[in-house]
């Protein structure tokens, strides 16, 4: 896994480079500013980058955007810390695939990299939870979600990854995404954040505490 990391801060950048090529990642390039990290995927092309949001230059919000406008095969996993609502919309609507603050430990920062690079939807209940407080008003839809729709759905509404998903329901992954790009045309969204917070505000599904200890 190639990996960029984009922060103001050298020590945090320090630590984090340390623990991912302890974990035998290749980070690729830093970056203290938004418009030099943009630069550096132009030159380096990683498969993520982790973004802070506060940057100078250009922020995190605004680097994001570009990059994935720019080059939609490179993830962008943001890691702040800043826990709002009003923040961590924005970054997803730029295009970041995870958000992440600075609390959260390495263990699951690294997780949430290669599942990302690995192109699975991982949505955490915190942060639908999060963002439902700010959501656009959603409007009706007259065809409900299927019960296999809303069954995926309200499992990755509890955070399983589509992986974990497929082996759960006994099904391929390419299936579990099937069904999401339905589940997307029914409710009128692109993002699988969105989808699951059309679906609260519908009442389709329900925002649960997570997955059992258990599922891996």
Known sequence: MRVLLADDHQILRDGIRRGLESAGED?????????EALELVRQHRPDVVIMDLSMPVLDGVAATGRITAEHPDVKVVVLTMHDDPQRTRAALEAGAIAYLTKGTSFADVLDTLRKAVAGEEV??????????????????????????????????????????????????????????????????????????????????????????????
């Open 123 to 216: 949505l955490s209940p915190q942060l639908a939870a999060s963002m439902l407080s700010v959501a656009d008003d959603v409007p009706g839809v007259e065809d409900l979600l299927s019960e296999r729709q809303t069954e995926i759905l309200q499992m990755i509404a509890d955070g399983l990854s589509t992986k974990q998903v497929a082996r759960e329901l006994g099904i391929t992954q390419k299936t579990v995404h099937n069904h999401l790009n339905a589940i997307y045309r029914r409710l009128d969204t692109q993002s699988l954040t969105h989808a699951v917070l059309s679906a609260v505000r519908l009442g389709i599904i329900d925002l649960g505490d997570g997955p059992d200890e258990d599922a891996a």
């Open 27 to 35: 980070v690729v390039g830093e970056a203290d500013n938004g418009e």
